[in-house]
């Protein structure tokens, strides 16, 4: 009997033995690599749950928010897989650089992920599109290239997307999802029209990009007068000020406003699990700053 038990045992994946022992291994071996404030860490406690940054429930690591945190490096491969029981990562505002590693995919309980302002780089990974209980992604203001993926469709509970400040290219896929009402892929190369289940977004999702049609003022044609010359001309302005302080002309007063363009990208708000009116950072309309709104009047 007892020699039926240890088979069975042993038959058993590693993630039914995941608890918190395993967790605080993981969040050691992210130290390790990406150092910053995790160094201040008192790894002498046997339990993580009071480390900066760190949210226990149920003898299971939950919530890791590390923002602005002076981390550095590529996240290692084979850590943050063990932490399956994680509902909200925040990286966002380090130096964080390379692709993100496969082993992210393990987070199927995910639902809040914040990596906007590092330079992580390479294309949306297929793994991300998988993790079906994202409600808030942020990816801003990366150098994330290639093509977006249609599969963001496959995200049904995505509430929050926000792609820009990268270098994504091409085509803007058709991305119906119903509950999402925070979008942006502005300063991007992305062109062609907006497709008809993005129309209904503002103005301001699309800034910076060559794309056409509504809900922007350009017609997608190639004899549409000075449409396109003008979206050109804004694009390039768009990316000549990214990260940057930039001037830009006000078509209602003639007069040019000095812009903080890093100030706006710090600006986004990261949620947790509450409602968007309640999100953290508060002030923000759709995802976009008043200053950002400012650009287009």
């Not at 309980?109 to 991300?128: A, C, E, K, W």
Request: glycine share 8%.
């Amino acid at each position: 009997m007892l020699l039926l038990l240890l088979l069975f045992l042993g038959l058993l994946s590693p993630a039914a033995f995941s608890d918190l022992s395993t967790d605080r291994a993981a969040l050691l071996a992210l130290r390790a690599a990406v150092g910053g404030r995790t160094l201040f860490w008192n790894t002498n406690l046997t339990t993580p749950c009071n480390w900066q940054g760190v949210q226990c429930e149920n003898n299971r690591v939950t919530v890791l928010r590390l923002p602005a945190s002076s981390l550095f490096g590529t996240l290692p491969a084979d850590a943050l897989s063990n932490l399956t029981a994680l509902r909200t990562l925040s990286l966002r505002l380090n130096h964080l650089s390379g692709p993100l590693p496969g082993d992210l995919s393990q987070l199927s309980q995910l639902r809040n992920l914040y990596l906007q302002g590092n330079q992580f780089t390479g294309s949306v990974p297929d793994f991300l599109l998988s993790l079906h209980s994202l409600v808030r992604l942020n990816l801003a203001s990366n150098n994330f290239s290639g093509e977006i993926p249609s599969g963001f469709n496959n995200l049904t509970r995505l509430r929050t997307l926000f792609l820009e400040n990268n270098q994504f290219s091409g085509s803007l896929p058709d991305i119906e999802l119903p509950n999402l009402d925070q979008f942006n892929v502005s300063f991007n190369n992305l062109n062609g029209s907006v497709p008809k289940g993005l129309a209904g977004k503002p103005k301001n999702a699309f800034l910076g990009t060559l794309l056409c049609g509504k809900p922007l003022d350009s017609v997608c044609a190639d004899n549409a007068g000075e449409s396109r010359p003008r979206l050109l001309r804004e694009a390039q302005m768009g990316a000549g000020i990214r990260g940057k302080v930039g001037k830009r002309s006000c078509p209602r007063s003639g007069k040019s406003q000095v812009v903080d363009v890093a100030a706006i990208k710090n600006q986004e708000n990261e949620a947790g699990e509450k409602p968007a009116a309640e999100a953290e950072n508060a002030g923000m309309n759709n995802g976009f700053s008043v200053l950002q709104q400012q650009l287009l009047r």
